[in-house]
């Protein structure tokens, strides 16, 4: 999946693991067990990295980002094979 390769690349405190999983959308969880999907874990993950991507991350926290973005990541996830074609990237699911 190309964004766990992405994540893991800019990951460097190794705080983020991304595995591929079965089910149809992204989950991310901290060791405490707080849990976000979708977009919110896209931005989560993002935070996690840290550096000028934690600053994207939070700008999540704005309605109408996270508005935007939420009606994005669900376009995106409606029509991921067909783009899988596109980005030369199949799912790895």
Do not use: K, Q
Request: proline fraction near 5%.
């Amino acid at each position: 999946m190309r964004w766990a390769r992405w994540l893991r690349r800019r990951d460097r405190a190794g705080r983020v693991l991304a595995v591929a999983g079965r089910i149809p959308e992204l989950v991310a969880v901290a060791p405490g067990g707080e849990r976000w999907t979708r977009a919110a874990a896209v931005n989560r993950a993002l935070v996690e990295v840290s550096g000028g991507w934690g600053v994207v991350g939070r700008l999540y926290r704005w309605p109408a980002v996270g508005w935007v973005e939420d009606r994005v990541y669900s376009w995106v996830a409606r029509h991921r094979r067909a783009l899988a074609g596109v980005w030369g990237d199949p799912p790895e699911m």
